[in-house]
Protein backbone atom coordinates (compact mmCIF):
# COMPACT_ATOMS: atom_id res chain seq x y z
CA UNK A 1 0.00 0.00 0.00
CA UNK A 2 1.13 3.26 -0.80
CA UNK A 3 1.86 5.99 1.73
CA UNK A 4 -1.02 8.21 2.62
CA UNK A 5 -0.24 11.87 1.55
CA UNK A 6 0.77 14.28 4.54
CA UNK A 7 -0.59 17.71 5.13
CA UNK A 8 1.52 20.23 3.57
CA UNK A 9 1.47 17.59 0.20
CA UNK A 10 -2.48 17.97 0.50
CA UNK A 11 -1.90 21.90 0.62
CA UNK A 12 0.61 21.82 -2.48
CA UNK A 13 -1.55 20.07 -4.46
CA UNK A 14 -4.00 22.38 -3.74
CA UNK A 15 -1.66 24.86 -4.76
CA UNK A 16 -0.80 23.29 -8.23
CA UNK A 17 -4.39 23.24 -9.24
CA UNK A 18 -4.66 26.97 -8.30
CA UNK A 19 -2.15 28.03 -10.07
CA UNK A 20 -3.66 26.77 -13.24
CA UNK A 21 -6.93 28.15 -12.67
CA UNK A 22 -6.66 31.83 -12.98
CA UNK A 23 -10.48 32.99 -12.11
CA UNK A 24 -9.91 31.19 -8.35
CA UNK A 25 -6.09 31.96 -8.07
CA UNK A 26 -7.56 35.50 -8.60
CA UNK A 27 -10.14 35.49 -6.19
CA UNK A 28 -8.01 33.92 -3.61
CA UNK A 29 -5.42 36.67 -3.70
CA UNK A 30 -8.73 39.07 -3.91
CA UNK A 31 -9.79 37.25 -0.34
CA UNK A 32 -6.23 37.11 0.76
CA UNK A 33 -6.20 41.37 0.67
CA UNK A 34 -10.01 41.91 1.87
CA UNK A 35 -9.26 39.94 4.59
CA UNK A 36 -5.91 41.46 5.47
CA UNK A 37 -8.31 44.68 5.71
CA UNK A 38 -11.14 42.76 7.68
CA UNK A 39 -8.78 41.31 10.49
CA UNK A 40 -7.38 45.05 10.72
CA UNK A 41 -10.61 46.32 11.00
CA UNK A 42 -11.70 43.80 13.85
CA UNK A 43 -8.84 44.59 15.82
CA UNK A 44 -9.34 48.02 15.67
CA UNK A 45 -13.08 48.61 16.31
CA UNK A 46 -13.29 48.35 19.91
CA UNK A 47 -10.82 51.22 20.05
CA UNK A 48 -12.40 53.43 17.43
CA UNK A 49 -15.58 52.53 19.49
CA UNK A 50 -13.93 53.59 22.96
CA UNK A 51 -12.67 56.41 21.12
CA UNK A 52 -15.53 57.99 18.83
CA UNK A 53 -18.54 57.70 20.37
CA UNK A 54 -17.97 58.44 24.19
CA UNK A 55 -21.08 61.00 24.08
CA UNK A 56 -23.42 58.02 22.83
CA UNK A 57 -26.19 57.34 25.47
CA UNK A 58 -24.85 54.14 25.63
CA UNK A 59 -21.00 52.70 27.10
CA UNK A 60 -18.79 51.55 24.36
CA UNK A 61 -19.67 47.98 25.40
CA UNK A 62 -22.77 48.58 24.31
CA UNK A 63 -22.32 50.63 21.23
CA UNK A 64 -19.61 48.34 19.82
CA UNK A 65 -22.72 45.00 20.15
CA UNK A 66 -24.92 47.99 18.30
CA UNK A 67 -22.18 47.59 15.70
CA UNK A 68 -21.52 43.80 15.20
CA UNK A 69 -25.47 43.58 16.01
CA UNK A 70 -25.47 45.55 12.64
CA UNK A 71 -23.08 43.32 10.71
CA UNK A 72 -24.89 41.13 11.19
CA UNK A 73 -28.06 41.67 10.24
CA UNK A 74 -26.75 42.87 7.16
CA UNK A 75 -25.30 39.06 6.15
CA UNK A 76 -28.06 37.57 7.08
CA UNK A 77 -30.01 40.21 4.68
CA UNK A 78 -27.21 39.78 2.13
CA UNK A 79 -27.54 36.26 2.24
CA UNK A 80 -31.09 35.97 1.19
CA UNK A 81 -30.74 38.96 -1.47
CA UNK A 82 -27.69 37.22 -3.04
CA UNK A 83 -29.80 34.16 -2.80
CA UNK A 84 -33.11 35.59 -4.66
CA UNK A 85 -31.49 37.60 -7.02
CA UNK A 86 -27.30 36.89 -7.38
CA UNK A 87 -28.11 33.99 -10.38
CA UNK A 88 -29.02 37.22 -12.71
CA UNK A 89 -25.04 38.76 -12.25
CA UNK A 90 -21.73 37.51 -13.34
CA UNK A 91 -20.41 36.12 -10.27
CA UNK A 92 -16.96 37.85 -11.14
CA UNK A 93 -18.16 41.26 -10.99
CA UNK A 94 -20.39 40.59 -7.71
CA UNK A 95 -16.97 39.45 -6.32
CA UNK A 96 -15.44 42.70 -7.24
CA UNK A 97 -18.28 45.11 -6.70
CA UNK A 98 -18.99 43.16 -3.06
CA UNK A 99 -15.38 43.95 -1.86
CA UNK A 100 -15.58 47.78 -3.23
CA UNK A 101 -18.76 48.52 -2.03
CA UNK A 102 -17.60 46.73 1.68
CA UNK A 103 -14.17 48.63 1.61
CA UNK A 104 -16.48 52.08 0.91
CA UNK A 105 -19.09 51.13 3.87
CA UNK A 106 -15.17 50.45 5.89
CA UNK A 107 -14.19 54.19 4.54
CA UNK A 108 -17.15 55.38 5.32
CA UNK A 109 -17.23 53.70 8.97
CA UNK A 110 -13.75 55.24 9.86
CA UNK A 111 -15.06 58.90 9.30
CA UNK A 112 -18.24 58.38 11.01
CA UNK A 113 -18.59 59.74 14.41
CA UNK A 114 -22.62 59.41 14.63
CA UNK A 115 -23.67 55.98 16.20
CA UNK A 116 -27.05 55.14 14.27
CA UNK A 117 -25.34 56.15 11.03
CA UNK A 118 -22.00 53.70 12.03
CA UNK A 119 -24.57 51.03 12.51
CA UNK A 120 -25.92 51.43 9.08
CA UNK A 121 -22.62 51.88 7.63
CA UNK A 122 -21.87 48.23 9.57
CA UNK A 123 -25.54 46.99 8.26
CA UNK A 124 -23.86 47.71 4.77
CA UNK A 125 -20.46 45.96 5.49
CA UNK A 126 -22.99 42.66 5.82
CA UNK A 127 -24.64 42.95 2.64
CA UNK A 128 -21.50 43.63 0.62
CA UNK A 129 -19.86 41.13 2.46
CA UNK A 130 -22.19 38.02 1.09
CA UNK A 131 -21.98 39.85 -2.11
CA UNK A 132 -18.44 39.04 -2.51
CA UNK A 133 -18.67 35.57 -0.51
CA UNK A 134 -21.51 33.87 -2.11
CA UNK A 135 -19.93 33.95 -5.43
CA UNK A 136 -16.49 33.13 -4.24
CA UNK A 137 -18.28 29.97 -2.82
CA UNK A 138 -19.83 29.46 -5.66
CA UNK A 139 -17.08 29.71 -8.17
CA UNK A 140 -15.09 26.78 -6.50
CA UNK A 141 -17.69 24.78 -6.17
CA UNK A 142 -18.31 24.94 -10.12
CA UNK A 143 -14.57 25.20 -11.07
CA UNK A 144 -12.68 22.59 -8.89
CA UNK A 145 -12.95 19.28 -9.37
CA UNK A 146 -14.75 16.88 -6.37
CA UNK A 147 -11.46 15.10 -6.16
CA UNK A 148 -9.68 18.22 -5.47
CA UNK A 149 -12.36 20.55 -3.43
CA UNK A 150 -10.62 19.80 0.05
CA UNK A 151 -7.06 20.34 -1.14
CA UNK A 152 -7.80 23.52 -2.99
CA UNK A 153 -10.13 25.29 -0.49
CA UNK A 154 -7.72 24.00 2.24
CA UNK A 155 -5.37 25.91 0.65
CA UNK A 156 -7.22 29.03 -0.08
CA UNK A 157 -8.50 28.75 3.39
CA UNK A 158 -5.10 28.64 5.31
CA UNK A 159 -3.92 31.73 2.93
CA UNK A 160 -6.84 33.79 3.61
CA UNK A 161 -7.21 33.19 7.14
CA UNK A 162 -3.74 33.22 7.33
CA UNK A 163 -3.86 36.76 6.27
CA UNK A 164 -6.41 37.38 8.44
CA UNK A 165 -5.02 36.58 11.59
CA UNK A 166 -1.96 38.54 10.82
CA UNK A 167 -3.68 41.62 10.15
CA UNK A 168 -5.13 40.95 13.69
CA UNK A 169 -2.06 40.78 15.16
CA UNK A 170 -0.98 43.85 13.39
CA UNK A 171 -3.93 45.51 14.20
CA UNK A 172 -3.95 44.75 18.34
CA UNK A 173 -0.29 46.03 17.90
CA UNK A 174 -1.63 49.31 16.20
Known amino acids: EGRQPGFSD ?70 FAVGLVGARFAKGRMVIGGYALWGVFLFAFAISNQLALAIGLMFGMGVANMVFVIPSQTLFQERTPPSLMGRVVGFRSALVFGSLTLAMLLGSIL
Open 10 to 79: ELKAGWRFLRTETVLLANTLQGTVGQFALGLSIALTPTFVQTTFTSSAFPWQASYGFLETGLGVGNLIGG
